[in-house]
């Protein structure tokens, strides 16, 4: 098991190389160009996330649907993915974490749009969509969508549910001595009366949820840089000068140079927002939507939240309070210790603002991937596994806050980066396509019209 242990890891080393981090952040910026910065519609794209298309095809709305997409990208990195970043590639990793935000705004909006463009329907009525369909009918290329829905298909028990687990479990016990077991008879539970209920059930928890949770969160981490008021100027100073320069940072923070602050800010980035991943555009192909421009404006929103606003304001609780508190020895920690002894700095509201964040976070994203997990099996072996597919899935639940996850963390990462190539070829193959409909909609200002394409039965794919 060690050696299969070392060899997971240095694949998973391997693929999450520099050369996929060029290939996703020069996606980022090809198609920023090539959608003519969509960023700038960003405001667009909240507003249609709260205005509802009843009439239109889906099953969900488009609310709906981006709350699903943020349950699964909210989760453990948006606090520890940060720590971890900052912990190696010190303070300047933040800014370069946002900066991936910022762009990989434009990879999201692209990979949502074909998602919805290219969906299908099947026999009960229901959209199924993603990469797969992309590839299979935008590029005649099925054979590379069959890889996307097996890897996503395995992904989701490691990095969907195993781990998520396996951190609430360890917080709890930390926090509460609470024995795993039971904290993974009572996740267990609650999953299951969620996923038994299908996607309707996911996305109702989701809109009440992850507003909510975000909400919470946000005002929390405002909270502690109130009280951290005379450090966050000096805080956002060290993340710029650290960004640019070879030169140690102060406040005990790991020496780490450019290249590195920028490695681990775009790698941490990259795994927080999933943009390029393929998997927050399974759930935009179920929305109800006029047209494929529309959701893609509001899933484009789902990077903007998740690395923009929560990533960015982790990020400057953690190098405010390492300021504050000459005493914190950042450059001797891990991800996860970094991140639990700066919020613990602040009496109260910070153990309180941490817990409730992992925990939710955490949560959301079991829900949020057990979708994307299912819809993948499915094209693999039909509606059939359904049901299969979901009593696995919650098993994996409890199964992970018991057993260690070093290993399956590595092979859940692998994992990831094979998703994240087909997925790629498909978005960069269909930026003509992208293109094309972004004008019509967009620059056409047909932008509220109703497409006068049907969707396809799924049967005649």
């Not at 990208?73 to 912990?87: F, L, R």
């Not at 960069?428 to 039965?457: C, F, H, M, N, R």
Request: proline share 3%.
């Amino acid at each position: 098991m060690e050696t299969l242990g070392n060899i997971i890891a240095t694949i998973d080393g391997y693929l999450w190389g520099p050369w996929l981090l060029i290939l996703l952040f020069g996606t980022h910026l090809f198609l920023t160009v090539r959608t003519g910065f969509i960023q700038r519609k960003i405001g667009l794209g909240i507003r249609l996330s709260i205005t509802k298309d009843p009439d239109a095809e889906g099953d969900v709305s488009q609310f709906g649907a981006l709350t699903t997409a943020l349950a699964s990208t909210i989760g453990t990195g948006n606090i520890i993915g940060v720590g971890t970043a900052i912990a190696i590639g010190g303070p300047g990793a933040v800014l370069w974490m946002w900066l991936t935000g910022v762009f990989g705004i434009s990879t999201k909006y692209a990979e949502s749009l074909i998602a919805v463009k290219y969906r299908v329907k099947t026999e009960s009525g229901t959209m199924l969509g993603g990469a797969m369909y992309a590839l299979e009918r935008g590029l005649k290329m099925k054979w590379l969508g069959v890889l996307f829905a097996a890897f996503a298909a395995i992904c989701a028990f490691g990095i969907g549910t195993g781990v998520q687990a396996n951190a609430v479990a360890g917080l709890v016990q930390e926090t509460f001595n609470i024995p795993p077991w039971i904290s993974g008879l009572v996740m267990a539970a609650m999953v299951a009366l969620v996923l038994l209920g299908g996607l309707q059930w996911i996305t109702r928890v989701c809109i009440g949820l992850v507003p909510f949770m975000s909400l919470l969160y946000i005002i929390g981490c405002i909270t502690i840089l109130g009280l951290n008021h005379a450090y966050v100027i000096p805080a956002i100073q060290e993340i710029f000068r650290s960004a640019f320069s070879a030169r140690a940072a102060g406040g005990g923070f790991v020496a780490a140079g450019i290249m590195s602050a920028a490695r681990y800010g775009i790698a941490r980035g990259l795994f927080s927002n999933e943009s390029g991943m393929g998997s927050a555009p399974i759930v935009a192909a179920a929305a109800k939507t006029r047209n494929s421009v529309r959701q893609a404006l509001v899933s484009s929103t789902g990077t903007f939240w998740d690395t923009v606003i929560i990533c960015a304001l982790t990020g400057l609780v953690i190098v405010s309070s390492v300021l504050a508190n000459p005493g914190i020895n950042a450059e001797g920690m891990n991800g996860s210790l970094l991140t639990h002894t700066s919020f613990g700095q602040i009496p109260f509201v910070g153990n309180i603002v941490l817990t409730f964040g992992l925990i939710t976070f955490a949560f959301s994203t079991i829900l949020g991937w057990s979708y994307y997990g299912e819809r993948c099996a499915e094209y693999l072996l039909g509606s059939i596994i359904n049901i299969p597919y979901r009593i696995l899935y919650i098993a994996v639940t409890f199964l992970g806050t018991v057993l260690s996850l070093g290993m399956v963390w590595d092979f859940a990462d692998a994992l990831n980066a094979l998703m994240a190539i087909p997925n790629i070829i498909a978005v960069l193959l269909l930026s003509g396509v992208v293109a094309k409909e972004t004008k019509y909609y967009l620059e056409g200002g047909k932008i509220d019209e109703t497409s006068d394409e049907p969707v396809p039965p799924r049967n005649t794919v």
